[in-house]
């Protein structure tokens, strides 16, 4: 991923393993600032407060989190009570709890003097294993919005995404955003339509900063523009990333994705969902099932920016009083849903889509 003028992932695991370090989501885009994550509150913390956010990165840094907690204490009843401090953090995001359950199961049956060792090498493998599939996703993903410039002739290719699912929601590249950056980069003409994603405004400060950073073209817009812009024949592709998969496609992700998902199917514009494997989950038969996060009623009545004095400020924007509700997610049901992209390629949403990819879950 592009940061500034470096190369550089989204979680850098520090040499003498002590600690990793993480850029502070909730900094950006006005601030760049590391931070070092050196133990299980500090990554609870973290998790919790969404310095680090998106599906596979909270995967990854739990990972990394149940390795520092082993650090501290090794213990039968420490890894026990780390894990599920870790992920009673964020409920939705199934990646979280794959990530820590696989580094617990990977140590259970050491010796405590190994089982520090033992969960640094399973969540550096986590960590990358998810570069890996980004990338694999960049590759499936570019041959969509290679078919769509093809027939525009040249014109841009239009691709709304809502949230931020790029390499700020992952170890590198992102999902959704990986194929928009292969194609940017392979000169293939694209613009996006960035949606601001209220209540945290990730599009507005998270993606709209990495694609600025990339040279990718983009506009934000507010949440509510999409469907008139999908009427107006101005979107030719939704791409968004997830947080869970069912196991019949049903596709939970950002609050407001169902509506998008809506009008896409209502103006014919496909709406394709970049994931990686660590982000299905084959136990639940459908999305019904998923558990949705309700967060605190601040991110709805309160709004963060800069400014005009150059410090970072946060306002009320809701009438005094009034209460407000945060889901934080919405299941789009998998019959909205054109495809799926993964590192293993594309696929229906259905059990028999994810089945052709995956057949060892039969
Ligand atoms: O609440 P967030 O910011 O963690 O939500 C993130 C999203 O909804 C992303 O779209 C999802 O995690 C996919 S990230 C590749």
């Given at each position: 991923?592009?940061?500034?003028?470096?190369?550089?992932?989204?979680?850098?695991?520090?040499?003498?393993?002590?600690?990793?370090?993480?850029?502070?989501?909730?900094?950006?885009?006005?601030?760049?600032?590391?931070?070092?994550?050196?133990?299980?509150?500090?990554?609870?913390?973290?998790?919790?407060?969404?310095?680090?956010?998106?599906?596979?990165?909270?995967?990854?840094?739990?990972?990394?989190?149940?390795?520092?907690?082993?650090?501290?204490?090794?213990?039968?009843?420490?890894?026990?009570?780390?894990?599920?401090?870790?992920?009673?953090?964020?409920?939705?995001?199934?990646?979280?709890?794959?990530?820590?359950?696989?580094?617990?199961?990977?140590?259970?049956?050491?010796?405590?003097?190994?089982?520090?060792?033992?969960?640094?090498?399973?969540?550096?493998?986590?960590?990358?294993?998810?570069?890996?599939?980004c990338?694999?996703i960049?590759?499936?993903?570019?041959?969509?919005?290679?078919?769509?410039?093809?027939?525009?002739?040249?014109?841009?290719?239009?691709?709304?995404?809502?949230?931020?699912a790029?390499?700020?929601?992952t170890?590198?590249?992102g999902t959704a955003?990986a194929?928009?950056?292969?194609?940017?980069?392979?000169?293939?003409?694209?613009?996006?339509?960035?949606?601001?994603?209220?209540?945290?405004?990730?599009?507005?400060?998270?993606?709209?900063?990495?694609?600025?950073?990339?040279?990718?073209?983009?506009?934000?817009?507010?949440?509510?523009?999409?469907?008139?812009?999908?009427?107006?024949?101005?979107?030719?592709?939704?791409?968004?990333g997830?947080?869970?998969?069912?196991?019949?496609?049903?596709?939970?992700?950002?609050?407001?994705?169902?509506?998008?998902?809506?009008?896409?199917?209502?103006?014919?514009?496909?709406?394709?969902?970049a994931l990686p494997?660590?982000?299905?989950?084959?136990?639940?038969?459908?999305?019904?099932?998923?558990?949705?996060?309700?967060?605190?009623?601040?991110?709805?009545?309160?709004?963060?920016?800069?400014?005009?004095?150059?410090?970072?400020?946060?306002?009320?924007?809701?009438?005094?009083?009034?209460?407000?509700?945060?889901?934080?997610?919405?299941?789009?049901?998998?019959?909205?849903?054109?495809?799926?992209?993964?590192?293993?390629?594309?696929?229906?949403?259905?059990?028999?889509?994810?089945?052709?990819?995956?057949?060892?879950?039969?």
């Open positions: 991923m592009r940061l500034g003028a470096e190369w550089t992932r989204s979680i850098r695991p520090a040499q003498d393993r002590s600690a990793i370090a993480i850029l502070d989501q909730t900094l950006l885009p006005w601030r760049v600032v590391w931070i070092r994550l050196a133990g299980l509150e500090d990554t609870a913390e973290a998790i919790a407060a969404m310095r680090v956010r998106g599906a596979p990165l909270i995967g990854a840094v739990g990972a990394f989190g149940l390795a520092l907690a082993l650090r501290e204490d090794a213990s039968d009843e420490a890894l026990e009570a780390a894990a599920t401090r870790l992920i009673a953090t964020r409920p939705t995001a199934v990646n979280l709890a794959w990530a820590v359950a696989r580094v617990a199961e990977a140590v259970r049956n050491r010796p405590r003097g190994d089982r520090f060792d033992a969960a640094w090498a399973e969540a550096s493998a986590i960590a990358d294993e998810d570069a890996a599939c990338e694999a960049g590759r499936h993903g570019l041959p969509l919005i290679a078919g769509i410039a093809e027939r525009k002739g040249g014109d841009p290719v239009n691709i709304l995404t809502h949230c931020n790029g390499w700020l929601a170890v590198d590249w955003t194929p928009i950056y292969r194609a940017h980069d392979a000169g293939i003409p694209v613009h996006v339509w960035v949606d601001e994603t209220r209540p945290r405004n990730q599009g507005a400060a998270l993606t709209a900063f990495e694609l600025g950073g990339h040279g990718v073209p983009h506009t934000v817009v507010a949440d509510n523009a999409g469907g008139h812009l999908m009427r107006r024949g101005e979107v030719d592709l939704v791409l968004v997830t947080d869970r998969v069912a196991r019949n496609g049903d596709v939970a992700n950002k609050i407001g994705t169902y509506l998008k998902a809506l009008a896409a199917a209502d103006t014919g514009v496909p709406f394709w969902v494997f660590s982000t299905i989950d084959w136990s639940l038969a459908s999305g019904e099932l998923i558990p949705i996060e309700e967060r605190s009623e601040a991110e709805v009545t309160e709004i963060a920016g800069l400014a005009e004095d150059g410090a970072v400020r946060r306002v009320r924007v809701v009438s005094p009083g009034s209460r407000a509700a945060n889901p934080a997610f919405d299941v789009t049901p998998a019959r909205l849903v054109t495809g799926l992209i993964t590192e293993r390629g594309r696929c229906a949403a259905s059990e028999a889509g994810l089945l052709s990819l995956y057949p060892e879950k039969a």
